[in-house]
């Protein structure tokens, strides 16, 4: 199993498409069919369903996935440090849950840059369960909102509470009276990303209070896309209050008057071949005290800082 066979392998998992993956790699279409049909008979099992123009991972191609994730990433590790000196080194990777990557992870960036210019980050996206992001070794670290607990496949720590508020547009339909559980449950519900940690704990609660009669999430793929349906008046959603915090002081949007009943926490969470990293060191503690800055900014008590 040579890494360009691998590399080939996890560009059409990504791209779920054999042309996209030729384009991505800037090689003939037919070089990538020879390589995953190679990878196939080496493997003696089918790594991908076809169905038409439809290309899906099978069980095997999954599981196999990851170890792909990590044989090529030790590759290139390894290649570095025959070679160190003459090339730079990776930039560490991070994935970041949407309702950070502006309001929580931006002030960490900038810190970063303006006291470790040579600490290159890639910012990826994060859309679903950040322990198995890490475990696939697809990201080193990820920042991300949820409730404290612990995973046997990465090592965390939490960087505070995150405080989180029902929002509605200036003409929401609940008023200014607490609302029950089961009454929000009939609201149009609006949401960045499904995956996330307190959507699925928001949902899960909603569903427990309901009649089975709740309308599906409506997924936007950003809070500011939220934001603007909000205002437009199509819904209700829950955010990190400090990603409403102006809209809210502006009355743009309105705070509805419900009590979430789980406490989630901004947390880091990385793979555990970085403990001895010293890039990572940095980051690790260019967040804490970046988010420490930021929490006595707006009077919120910091988390109590410890690994999981």
Request: aromatic letters at 6%; glycine letters at 6%.
């Amino acid at each position: 199993m040579d890494t360009a066979s691998l590399t080939t392998f996890l560009s059409v998992a990504e791209q779920s498409s054999f042309t996209k993956a030729a384009n991505d790699l800037s090689v003939a279409q037919p070089t990538v069919t020879a390589r995953i049909k190679k990878l196939e008979r080496d493997l003696a099992c089918d790594l991908f369903n076809r169905t038409g123009a439809l290309i899906r991972l099978t069980t095997a191609g999954q599981r196999f996935r990851r170890y792909a994730h990590k044989i090529v990433k030790l590759s290139r590790l390894a290649e570095e440090t025959v070679l160190a000196g003459t090339a730079p080194g990776d930039a560490l990777t991070v994935g970041a849950d949407s309702g950070l990557t502006s309001y929580r992870l931006v002030p960490i960036v900038e810190y970063l840059y303006r006291r470790h210019p040579e600490l290159a980050l890639e910012i990826r996206p994060l859309e679903e369960d950040p322990w198995s992001r890490i475990g696939d070794s697809d990201v080193d670290c990820a920042f991300f909102i949820d409730v404290c607990e612990s995973s046997p496949k990465a090592d965390s720590t939490l960087l505070c509470p995150e405080p989180l508020v029902v929002v509605a547009g200036q003409d929401g339909p609940l008023g200014p009276e607490p609302v029950p559980t089961q009454r929000l449950a009939r609201q149009p519900l609006l949401c960045a990303h499904r995956g996330s940690g307190y959507q699925r704990l928001f949902e899960r609660t909603l569903d427990g209070a309901g009649d089975n009669t709740r309308i599906r999430a409506l997924s936007f793929g950003s809070i500011d896309a939220v934001k603007r349906a909000l205002t437009a008046g199509l819904g209700i959603s829950l955010l990190p209050r400090l990603s409403v915090a102006t809209e809210l002081a502006e009355g743009r949007l309105v705070e509805v008057p419900w009590t979430a009943p789980f406490q989630v926490f901004t947390q880091v969470a990385w793979h555990r071949e970085l403990r001895t990293d010293p890039r990572f060191s940095v980051l690790l503690d260019a967040a804490a005290r970046a988010t420490a800055e930021q929490v006595a900014d707006a009077g919120q008590r910091p988390a109590r800082r410890s690994a999981l």
